[in-house]
């Protein structure tokens, strides 16, 4: 996947997760961050490999915090991605969803808490190699 093509795909998801939280994304919140893949033996390779954690956010009062990210998750589980933790902290005013895609290998995470008045969206890209270029040899 492309660079562009994994920055569209991120900005649709996070849009699609604001929508389910019935919470435009803010447009000035949103920070694409492309860093190169490392190996398991931190190991870095030039030849394209990228990895894109994409973050955006959306104002919402706390009071509408946990019903927005109830619905996040039940839509989640709908399409078939994994629930890795879901907290409710009512004294703390947080509540954290974290998910991932066992058929894509991508990561979600979706906080919120109450002294913000919004909701983060994350989504993280397992290592890409875009579309082209030939793989090197660790």
């Known amino acids: 996947m492309s660079r562009e093509d994994a920055q569209k795909w991120a900005r649709h998801f996070t849009g699609s997760m604001a929508r389910t939280a019935r919470a435009p994304i803010s447009e000035k ?6 860093t190169n893949c490392v190996g398991k033996h931190d190991e870095v390779v030039d030849d394209g490999r990228f990895i894109l954690d994409y973050s955006a956010r959306s104002p919402l009062p706390e009071a509408e915090h946990a ?5 996040i998750r039940e839509e989640l589980e709908k399409r078939g991605y994994a629930i890795d933790t879901y907290q409710e902290m009512k004294d703390a005013a947080q509540v954290v969803l974290r998910a991932s895609s066992p058929k894509d290998d991508f990561s979600i995470s979706v906080e919120a808490y109450g002294e913000e008045n919004s909701i983060l969206y994350e989504v993280s890209t397992p290592c890409l190699l875009p579309p082209g270029v030939k793989q090197k040899e660790i």
Do not use: E, I, Q, Y
């Open 29 to 34: 919140s949103v920070r694409p961050d492309f």
């Open 67 to 71: 019903g927005a990210v109830k619905r």
